[in-house]
Structures are given as C-alpha cells and as structure tokens.
C-alpha cells in the first residue's frame, strides 16, 4: 500500500494544481497550496484507508466519513459560490483549495487520535 501512495501521492497532487492552475487562476502559491493540500489528503488516505472505504467494520466509520464529505462539500459549494464577485477561475480554485485542506484537516485529526490512543 504504501509503494502505491509514494506514485499517487505526486499524482493527485499534480492533477489537483494543475486542474487549479489551467481551469482556475495562473497565482503559484494558490496552485501550490492545492496541490500540497491533496498530496497529504492522499498519503493520509494511504495511511488510514478505512477513511476512505469500509472493510468489515460495520457503521464503526460510515456515518463520519459521510458526515465530514456531506459538510466539507456544503461549506465549498455554498461558501464559495456564483454569487460572489470573483472570476470564475478564481472561484473553481478556491473550491478545490476548502475542498482539499478540510479533507486534510478531517485527516490530521484521524491521525491524531489514534497515534494518542496507541501511546
């Protein structure tokens, strides 16, 4: 698992900064940032795959995993939205930008608790 992250990691990351960068805004540290955000929301996904999947485990993990998808998507969609007065590209990178840091922050604390439940 951990060899498939170390070629998805870099991967994700540039089809994320670079979906921002094309179809978004040209700003380097915006497209950086995107990238960054869902290079470590895919090396903490590789870490911890029952996140992202179930296996075996009941509703242990389903009705959170939908919780944070279902709130990070809203806070995205209605947080940045058509009504604001930005560009069009600067809106799409925005999105992908709350998108990828609430899925890494969701992620961070994933990890957080269980490295504190095993010391």
């Known amino acids: 698992m951990q060899r498939r992250a170390w070629v998805l990691t870099p991967l994700v990351a540039g089809v994320a900064g670079g979906i921002s960068h094309v179809f978004g805004t040209a700003d380097p540290l915006l497209t950086a940032s995107v990238a960054a955000s869902y290079a470590v929301v895919v090396a903490l996904s590789a870490r911890h795959p029952d996140t992202v999947y179930e296996e075996g485990v009941g509703m ?29 590209g600067l809106r799409l990178s925005l999105g992908l930008l709350v998108l990828g840091v609430g899925y890494a922050m969701w992620l961070f604390g994933v990890s957080y608790a269980r490295a504190k439940a095993t010391s």
Not at 76 to 82: D, E, F, I, K
């Open 60 to 88: 242990r993990y389903g009705p959170w995993s939908a919780a944070a998808t279902g709130f990070l998507l809203l806070v995205a969609l209605s947080g940045v939205n058509p009504w604001l007065p930005i560009d069009d």
